[in-house]
């Protein structure tokens, strides 16, 4: 009788042959493809390129820019394209952010929260705050300039430090941090200024007036759009101008609120906010109820067209114009979405497992073909397939999320027990246990490795590499002849013969041979072999 876990991994092989999946190949590009164990691997094509140092650096670019990253997330990510260059590290907390406008002009932002943030470019986009001490900023939280003056707040930290760094008072620390004794902020001709922002704030345009003394008083006010007015944070009063009709709120913080209008069209209440309200707005043709949030809500609207029944836990359906949410107890949720360049449904069933498809209309994606599924059953397997013949398995496979050009490919060698991939141009890739055991083949050519073991590689029915033991032998035909490796001392044993290498000639295969040699550059991983002639070739040990 098979154990549950030999059932498992029946169970797991069976998905990958049904839903194998798509593995990012762009179509019939020819490849070149070198690896070693879990933790080297480079991949070239005519318009793409891919390095990979597990865990430490990857690097991918094609047409569209270039992504590298080292030990994600507390290492760094960086994205460049022809018009901007951002980078990203620890957690994102550090961020530079550098680009050309139209213009020509150079932008350039860095900030690391909460400490430092700077920018250079023209004038209008130069700043500088240093914290706790303070400064300027520029194009930041939807204001064109801000500026902020010391932030004492860190002092807490020195003088009352909390208990531990899970105390109550650790939170309420961090946020007086972030409070500045004076802060100034601009927006078109709206100017305005506080003292302990937000307790206190003062902002004027030639429409706009403000004042908040938090939380004794408040009074917004913008001409022809609103009036707004707090009092000890409880009383609440607002007017909304439409240029037919009146809004007015009238709200006891949170006891009771009532919304009205003076056309009638509008009504609503609301006891105990947030988790007993109910009304309409028939300008919208909006109906809604909610007894209580977030267990019972119920809304109907005709523009943009929602229709809303949740009855949580037990049951939920949303759906906003052509998209649609529904689940069926917290076990299961289905999003569906319809636009006019393709349809796409995702399943999660028990959170673990996870089903997505697209179905595009006309012209294929690059990537997902015409229609593509994505099965998950996490830690165990994920597995992907497109029509276009490109497919994927993987077990085990432990991130939460999907992440196949980031994450993925620099971590999930070194957990996969076995990963599989076939693309469209016909050649495939098998790896057992953490590529301990790694071989690529196709139609006219086969490879394979056992690291520090054998590397073995044929091409067009011929024998072009084999070696064993570290390299200490081996055998090796190529563009400028064959080889023997003895105690890893290459003696050569014949000339390669016109027509019977690499694609029917002999020049063509030295010219290959050297642009492989060339594209390997001074490589670490590539140590330097000796096959004769007096030429030094940076190729891999082992491959």
Same mark, same amino acid.
């Given at each position: 009788? &098979?154990?549950?876990?030999?059932?498992?991994?029946?169970?797991?092989?069976?998905?990958?042959?049904?839903?194998?999946?798509?593995?990012? +190949?762009? +179509?019939?590009? =020819?490849?070149?493809?070198?690896? $070693?164990?879990?933790?080297?691997?480079?991949?070239?094509?005519?318009?793409?390129?891919?390095?990979?140092?597990?865990?430490?650096?990857?690097?991918?670019?094609?047409?569209?820019?270039?992504?590298?990253?080292?030990?994600?997330?507390?290492?760094?990510?960086?994205?460049?394209?022809?018009?901007?260059?951002?980078?990203?590290?620890?957690?994102?907390?550090?961020? &530079?952010?550098?680009?050309?406008?139209?213009?020509?002009?150079?932008?350039?932002?860095?900030?690391?929260?909460?400490?430092?943030?700077?920018?250079?470019?023209?004038?209008?986009?130069?700043?500088?705050? /240093?914290?706790? *001490?303070?400064?300027?900023?520029?194009?930041?939280?939807?204001?064109?300039?801000?500026?902020?003056?010391?932030?004492?707040?860190?002092?807490? $930290? #020195?003088?009352?430090?909390?208990? @531990?760094?899970?105390?109550?008072?650790?939170?309420?620390?961090?946020?007086?941090?972030?409070? %500045?004794?004076?802060?100034?902020?601009?927006?078109?001709?709206?100017?305005?200024?506080?003292?302990?922002? %937000?307790?206190?704030?003062?902002?004027?345009?030639?429409?706009?007036?403000?004042?908040?003394?938090?939380?004794?008083?408040?009074? #917004?006010?913008?001409?022809?759009?609103?009036?707004?007015?707090?009092?000890?944070?409880?009383?609440?009063?607002?007017?909304?101008?439409?240029?037919?009709?009146?809004?007015?709120?009238? #709200?006891?913080?949170?006891?009771?609120?009532?919304?009205? @209008?003076?056309?009638?069209?509008?009504?609503?209440?609301?006891?105990?906010?947030?988790?007993?309200?109910?009304?309409?707005?028939?300008?919208?043709?909006?109906?809604?109820?909610?007894?209580?949030?977030?267990?019972?809500?119920?809304?109907?609207?005709?523009? %943009?067209?929602?229709?809303?029944?949740?009855?949580?836990?037990?049951?939920?359906?949303?759906?906003?114009?052509?998209?649609?949410?529904?689940? *069926?107890? =917290?076990?299961? $949720?289905?999003?569906?979405?319809?636009?006019?360049?393709?349809? &796409?449904?995702?399943?999660?069933?028990?959170?673990?497992?996870?089903?997505?498809?697209?179905?595009?209309?006309?012209?294929?994606? %690059?990537?997902?073909?015409?229609?593509?599924?994505?099965?998950?059953?996490?830690?165990?397997?994920?597995?992907? @397939?497109?029509?276009?013949?490109?497919?994927?398995?993987?077990?085990?496979?432990?991130?939460?999320?999907?992440?196949?050009?980031?994450?993925?490919?620099?971590?999930?060698?070194?957990?996969?027990?076995?990963?599989?991939?076939?693309?469209?141009?016909?050649?495939?890739?098998?790896?057992?246990?953490?590529?301990?055991?790694?071989?690529?083949?196709?139609?006219?050519?086969?490879?394979?490795?056992?690291?520090?073991?054998?590397?073995? &590689?044929?091409?067009?029915?011929?024998?072009?590499? $084999?070696?064993?033991?570290?390299?200490?032998?081996?055998?090796?035909?190529?563009?400028?002849?064959?080889?023997?490796?003895?105690?890893?001392?290459?003696?050569?044993?014949?000339?390669?013969?016109?027509?019977?290498?690499?694609?029917?000639?002999?020049? /063509?295969?030295?010219?290959?041979?050297?642009?492989?040699?060339?594209?390997?550059?001074?490589?670490? *991983?590539?140590?330097? @072999?000796?096959?004769?002639?007096?030429?030094?070739?940076?190729?891999?040990?082992?491959?």
């Amino acid at each position: 009788m &098979s154990s549950p876990a030999c059932t498992l991994c029946r169970v797991s092989l069976t998905a990958a042959l049904l839903l194998c999946g798509a593995a990012a +190949a762009r +179509a019939d590009e =020819p490849r070149d493809f070198r690896w $070693f164990w879990c933790f080297y691997e480079r991949e070239a094509g005519v318009e793409y390129a891919v390095q990979v140092y597990r865990p430490f650096y990857m690097l991918r670019s094609d047409p569209s820019g270039l992504f590298d990253a080292s030990l994600m997330p507390v290492g760094f990510w960086r994205y460049r394209t022809a018009a901007a260059e951002e980078w990203n590290w620890l957690f994102g907390l550090g961020e &530079s952010l550098d680009r050309r406008h139209r213009d020509g002009e150079r932008d350039y932002d860095f900030g690391f929260f909460p400490l430092l943030f700077f920018g250079l470019g023209a004038e209008r986009e130069r700043y500088l705050l /240093v914290w706790p *001490v303070g400064g300027t900023l520029r194009g930041k939280f939807g204001m064109e300039r801000i500026s902020a003056i010391l932030f004492p707040g860190v002092l807490l $930290f #020195f003088f009352f430090p909390p208990a @531990s760094v899970t105390s109550i008072l650790t939170p309420l620390y961090i946020v007086a941090s972030m409070i %500045p004794v004076i802060a100034t902020y601009d927006y078109g001709d709206y100017h305005g200024w506080g003292v302990l922002w %937000p307790l206190f704030h003062r902002g004027t345009s030639p429409i706009r007036d403000e004042l908040r003394i938090f939380p004794l008083y408040s009074h #917004f006010h913008k001409a022809g759009w609103y009036d707004r007015w707090s009092l000890l944070f409880l009383f609440n009063y607002e007017v909304v101008y439409f240029s037919d009709d009146e809004h007015r709120t009238l #709200f006891l913080f949170p006891l009771f609120g009532r919304r009205w @209008s003076n056309s009638g069209r509008v009504s609503g209440t609301t006891v105990l906010w947030p988790f007993f309200s109910w009304g309409y707005d028939r300008r919208s043709g909006n109906t809604s109820y909610n007894l209580p949030w977030p267990l019972v809500q119920i809304q109907d609207q005709e523009t %943009p067209f929602i229709r809303k029944r949740i009855f949580f836990p037990f049951y939920g359906d949303y759906r906003y114009e052509r998209s649609r949410t529904l689940f *069926v107890t =917290p076990l299961y $949720f289905r999003m569906t979405k319809e636009s006019e360049i393709f349809d &796409s449904q995702n399943h999660f069933i028990c959170v673990i497992a996870w089903y997505f498809r697209r179905e595009y209309h006309g012209e294929a994606h %690059p990537y997902y073909g015409r229609s593509w599924r994505y099965l998950k059953v996490w830690p165990l397997f994920h597995a992907e @397939s497109n029509d276009c013949g490109d497919a994927s398995f993987s077990l085990l496979s432990l991130l939460p999320f999907r992440d196949p050009e980031g994450y993925e490919r620099l971590y999930q060698p070194f957990w996969s027990l076995v990963e599989y991939r076939r693309f469209r141009n016909g050649e495939r890739r098998l790896g057992l246990l953490l590529r301990l055991y790694y071989q690529r083949w196709g139609d006219d050519f086969f490879q394979m490795q056992i690291p520090f073991l054998i590397s073995l &590689s044929i091409s067009e029915n011929r024998l072009t590499e $084999f070696s064993f033991l570290l390299s200490m032998f081996g055998y090796r035909h190529s563009g400028r002849g064959r080889y023997i490796r003895l105690f890893w001392i290459p003696i050569r044993v014949g000339d390669t013969e016109i027509g019977d290498s690499h694609g029917g000639s002999a020049a /063509v295969a030295e010219r290959e041979d050297e642009d492989t040699t060339a594209s390997s550059g001074i490589d670490p *991983v590539y140590p330097p @072999s000796h096959w004769g002639d007096g030429s030094v070739r940076f190729r891999h040990g082992f491959f």
